[in-house]
């Protein structure tokens, strides 16, 4: 059985750091991209950021550039978030891609697996 389980959310202040991880079962998850997204109460599920199958490009949403970042380690991916902001409260899900060797997507469609998502809740 497939699993995605996020980890590392909580509660913060504005301007702290969180990093939030996503271990993979089931199945290995080296050649496929992976993405985080998030959901705040009220809105629809956003993209954050991506990563591709090798590690090699990562990217993300305006808001999020020069604070976040993706990284992977075999079959765990990660997303280091920094100066956190109010705005940045939400569910956070991470997801696996739907084809080998992908370079990662913004689009929610183009993920298979999904986690449960961890909250996270920034404090002004």
């Known amino acids: 059985q497939v699993q995605l389980v996020e980890s590392g959310g909580g509660l913060v202040q504005a301007g702290d750091s969180l990093r939030l991880s996503c271990e993979a079962s089931?199945?290995?998850?080296?050649?496929?991209?992976m993405g985080w997204f998030r959901q705040a109460p009220g809105k629809e599920r956003e993209f954050v950021g991506a990563i591709s199958w090798g590690g090699g490009r990562t990217y993300g949403r305006d808001s999020v550039k020069g604070r976040f970042s993706c990284s992977r380690d075999k079959n765990t991916v990660f997303l280091q978030m920094n100066e956190l902001k109010p705005e940045d409260t939400a569910v956070y899900y991470c997801a696996a891609g739907s084809r080998p060797y992908g370079w990662g997507s913004r689009e929610i469609d183009d993920y298979t697996y999904w986690g449960q998502g961890t909250q996270v809740t920034v404090s002004s």
């Open positions: 089931g199945r290995t998850f080296n050649n496929y991209a």
